[in-house]
């Protein structure tokens, strides 16, 4: 969430609370804050759009006898 604040002399005022980003994946703990503060890094999961083959080897002993 983010606030806008203003302080004037002995005033503070905020605003209202916006949402910085959908949070809707993960635990509440699965972020970190980048070293200067301005980033939020987030593991999110890749989307893969093509799967690789697959290719299984059967009874690949009996060529090993040969």
């Known amino acids: 969430m983010a606030v806008d604040?203003?302080?004037?002399?002995s005033s503070f005022a905020?605003?209202?609370a916006?949402?910085?980003?959908?949070?809707?994946i993960?635990?509440?703990f699965d972020f970190d804050v980048s070293g200067d503060g301005q980033?939020?890094?987030i593991p999110v999961p890749i989307e893969e759009s093509?799967?690789?083959p697959i290719t299984v080897?059967?009874?690949?002993?009996?060529?090993?006898?040969?």
């Open 18 to 24: 916006k949402a910085l980003f959908d949070w809707g």
């Open 5 to 9: 604040v203003k302080a004037s002399g």
């Open 50 to 52: 093509w799967s690789a």
């Open 57 to 66: 080897a059967l009874n690949w002993t009996a060529d090993l006898k040969r």
């Open 14 to 16: 905020t605003g209202v």
């Open 39 to 41: 980033r939020f890094l």
């Open 26 to 28: 993960g635990s509440l």
